[in-house]
C-alpha cells in the first residue's frame, strides 16, 4: 500500500488530448490539475466512499459513474464531460467512481498520467450477500466477480498511484481512513466529510431520497438512500444471508487466498 502522504504533482496535460473549458466561462473556473478514480468490486463501499469525498471543498466528485473506460471510444467524451462540469464548479480536482474502472487500470493510467486509483475492498462474503440482494439467489455471480476484480486489487498492493482502503476500516474509524484517503490525494482533511449525510445527496438520477427493497430494477434508489444516511454496518451481513456453504467457498483457493491478503481470516 502506498503511503497516504506520498508526493503527488500536478497532472499533465491528458495524454487523450482533451481541453475543454465551459461553454459560458466561469469567472472561478480554473486548469484541472489532477484526477483520481474509486473503483474496486462493486458493493464494497465505492459509493460510500465518493459520497463522503463529494463534501470536499476542493474535489470535483459527480454524483454518477461515467463509465468513461468501460466502451471504446467514449473515454474522451466523457472526460471531457467531467472537466467541463469541474471547471465550471471552480474546482482543480476531479475524484470520480466507477467500480469496474478496477479492471480499467492499465488503459487510464495511459491515457491520464499521473491519475490515482482509491481501491475499496470488503469482505467477499458480504460483498456476494450484498450482490445476491440485487440479483436474488446468484451466488455464483457475486463470488466470481469478487475474485475477478480483487485479483487486480491485490496486484495494485504498493502501487505508488494506488490506494487500498477496506470498507470495514472506513466503518470502524471513518476519520483516521479518510484523513488518509485525503492526504493520497493531495488535499487536507475536512470534517465535513463525515457530515455528508447531513444534506441530500441523489445519485444515479434519482429524484430524491426514498427507501426501496434494493432488488434489481431498484437497486439504484436503494443505494442512493443508503449513502445518505450515516455509515451504514453492513459487516457480518452474510452470516445470516449466505447459506453456509456458500461462505465456504471463501475458504478454498483463490478466494481463500484473496480473503487472507486483505485480512478476512
Same mark, same amino acid.
Given at each position: 500500500?502506498?503511503? $497516504?502522504?506520498? @508526493?503527488?504533482?500536478? +497532472?499533465?496535460?491528458?495524454?487523450?488530448?482533451?481541453?475543454?473549458?465551459?461553454?459560458?466561462?466561469?469567472?472561478?473556473?480554473?486548469?484541472?490539475?489532477?484526477?483520481?478514480?474509486?473503483?474496486?468490486?462493486g458493493h464494497s463501499g465505492?459509493?460510500?466512499?465518493?459520497?463522503?469525498?463529494?463534501?470536499?471543498?476542493?474535489?470535483?466528485?459527480?454524483?454518477?459513474?461515467?463509465?468513461?473506460?468501460? %466502451?471504446?471510444?467514449?473515454?474522451?467524451?466523457?472526460? $471531457?464531460?467531467?472537466?467541463?462540469?469541474?471547471?465550471?464548479?471552480?474546482?482543480?480536482?476531479?475524484?470520480?467512481?466507477?467500480?469496474? &474502472?478496477?479492471?480499467?487500470?492499465?488503459?487510464?493510467?495511459?491515457?491520464?498520467?499521473? !491519475? @490515482?486509483?482509491?481501491?475499496?475492498? @470488503?469482505?467477499?462474503?458480504?460483498?456476494?450477500?450484498?450482490?445476491?440482494?440485487?440479483y436474488p439467489g446468484d451466488?455464483?455471480?457475486?463470488?466470481?466477480?469478487?475474485?475477478?476484480?480483487?485479483?487486480?486489487?491485490?496486484?495494485?498492493?504498493?502501487? $505508488?498511484? !494506488?490506494?487500498?482502503?477496506?470498507?470495514?476500516?472506513?466503518?470502524?474509524?471513518? *476519520?483516521? %481512513?479518510?484523513?488518509?484517503?485525503?492526504?493520497?490525494?493531495?488535499?487536507?482533511?475536512?470534517? !465535513?466529510? +463525515?457530515?455528508?449525510?447531513? @444534506?441530500? &445527496?441523489?445519485?444515479?438520477?434519482?429524484?430524491?431520497?426514498?427507501?426501496?427493497?434494493?432488488? !434489481?430494477?431498484? &437497486?439504484?434508489?436503494?443505494?442512493?438512500?443508503?449513502?445518505?444516511?450515516?455509515?451504514?454496518?453492513?459487516?457480518?451481513?452474510?452470516?445470516?444471508?449466505?447459506?453456509?456453504?456458500? $461462505? *465456504?467457498?471463501?475458504?478454498?483457493?483463490?478466494?481463500?487466498?484473496?480473503?487472507?491478503?486483505?485480512?478476512?481470516?
Amino acid at each position: 500500500m502506498v503511503s $497516504a502522504g506520498a @508526493r503527488w504533482t500536478s +497532472l499533465p496535460a491528458f495524454s487523450i488530448g482533451i481541453q475543454v473549458a465551459p461553454s459560458t466561462p466561469d469567472p472561478a473556473s480554473r486548469a484541472i490539475e489532477r484526477m483520481a478514480f474509486i473503483c474496486g468490486c462493486g458493493h464494497s463501499g465505492t459509493t460510500l466512499a465518493a459520497t463522503m469525498l463529494s463534501q470536499h471543498p476542493r474535489l470535483y466528485v459527480p454524483l454518477y459513474e461515467s463509465e468513461a473506460f468501460l %466502451e471504446d471510444g467514449l473515454a474522451a467524451q466523457r472526460l $471531457a464531460k467531467l472537466v467541463a462540469e469541474a471547471s465550471a464548479a471552480g474546482k482543480t480536482m476531479i475524484v470520480e467512481k466507477t467500480p469496474r &474502472h478496477i479492471r480499467k487500470v492499465d488503459a487510464i493510467r495511459r491515457a491520464i498520467p499521473g !491519475a @490515482r486509483f482509491v481501491v475499496l475492498v @470488503r469482505d467477499g462474503r458480504d460483498v456476494t450477500a450484498s450482490i445476491a440482494q440485487r440479483y436474488p439467489g446468484d451466488f455464483a455471480h457475486g463470488i466470481a466477480r469478487w475474485v475477478f476484480d480483487n485479483r487486480i486489487a491485490l496486484s495494485l498492493r504498493g502501487s $505508488a498511484d !494506488a490506494l487500498i482502503v477496506r470498507y470495514e476500516d472506513i466503518v470502524v474509524d471513518p *476519520a483516521r %481512513e479518510m484523513t488518509k484517503v485525503c492526504a493520497f490525494l493531495g488535499v487536507a482533511y475536512d470534517d !465535513a466529510l +463525515l457530515k455528508y449525510h447531513e @444534506r441530500p &445527496h441523489l445519485w444515479y438520477g434519482e429524484k430524491d431520497v426514498r427507501r426501496t427493497s434494493g432488488v !434489481a430494477h431498484e &437497486h439504484e434508489s436503494f443505494r442512493n438512500w443508503q449513502v445518505n444516511q450515516p455509515i451504514f454496518d453492513g459487516r457480518g451481513r452474510w452470516k445470516r444471508d449466505l447459506p453456509q456453504e456458500i $461462505a *465456504a467457498e471463501f475458504g478454498r483457493g483463490d478466494a481463500a487466498v484473496l480473503m487472507t491478503a486483505f485480512g478476512y481470516d
